[in-house]
């Protein structure tokens, strides 16, 4: 059975800890990958301040690969990719049920049904306060993410973030993603983690936080830095 809602319970309170902890004040939010529409983004829309704006990215279309669909017999990743569509379909129900429910708070979102990799190179260096990568897991799409994330992200102080970083990189687990790049997730080499999202993640940063598979840091003053919002969520 494939999780309409993906934000795991202990996920789901490292993400509300982060978005209250990290702004005061309306800002700009944008999210790679969106699926149903009712886990992160259910988050970000009940803690962004009023007059902030959220900018839902997503394809809405199968993204399993031929490895995927072939080599991992514990997934069905058919079903996930069936179900597209559907979740398409849920996630402008929610929107809409937000808007017409909490209009007084005037909270703007558009949701945009593209690649990621196809859209965000139209938009403007700086235009984000908040960036969450939760979209196709593979390691060049996570990698394309993350480039794309730290160009867009408010260099004077922004937070970018993710999900699925299941282990914490180590030279061992880095040259194992290497030879898994295609692949969603990894149960076979007494290994379970996303291989694409490890390595995207461990090339492109120094170190970041990580609690229950939820990842972040901070970009203020042009650096990207691991220790200023690290006190503030408990590990």
């Known amino acids: 059975m494939v999780a309409q809602n993906q934000a795991w319970q202990g996920r789901a309170e490292v993400m509300e800890l ?7 004040g309306p800002i700009n939010a944008l999210e790679i990958g969106v699926w ?6 259910n988050i970000w829309l009940n803690h962004l301040k009023p007059a902030s704006t959220l900018c839902l ?5 199968p993204y399993a690969s031929k490895e995927d669909l072939t080599q991992d017999v514990e997934y069905d990743y058919k079903q996930m990719d069936d179900l597209s569509t559907d979740a398409f379909l849920s996630t402008y129900l ?7 429910e909490q209009a007084s708070r005037n909270v703007k979102v558009n949701t945009i049904r593209a690649e990621a990799k196809d859209f965000l190179p139209f938009l403007k260096d700086g235009a984000f ?17 993350i480039l794309h994330a730290k160009r867009l992200i408010n260099k004077k102080f922004g937070v970018i973030c993710g999900d699925d970083l299941d282990k914490v990189p180590t030279d061992e687990l880095i040259q194992l993603s290497k030879s898994f ?18 390595l995207a993640v461990s090339e492109e940063f120094d170190r970041v936080n ?18 200023i919002l690290k006190p503030l969520i408990p590990a």
């Open 18 to 24: 982060l978005i209250k902890s990290a702004f005061s």
């Open 36 to 41: 149903y529409g009712i886990g992160s983004t």
């Open 57 to 61: 990215v997503d394809p809405w279309r």
């Open 94 to 100: 929610n929107v809409k049920k937000f808007q017409n």
């Open 129 to 145: 306060d908040f960036i969450y990568i939760d979209g196709d897991h593979k390691y060049e799409n996570v990698k394309s993410d």
């Open 181 to 198: 790049k295609n692949r969603d997730f990894l149960r076979g080499e007494g290994q379970l983690f996303h291989p694409g999202v490890l």
């Open 210 to 227: 990580m609690v229950n598979g939820t990842w972040w840091i901070v970009c203020q003053d042009g650096k990207f830095d691991a220790e």
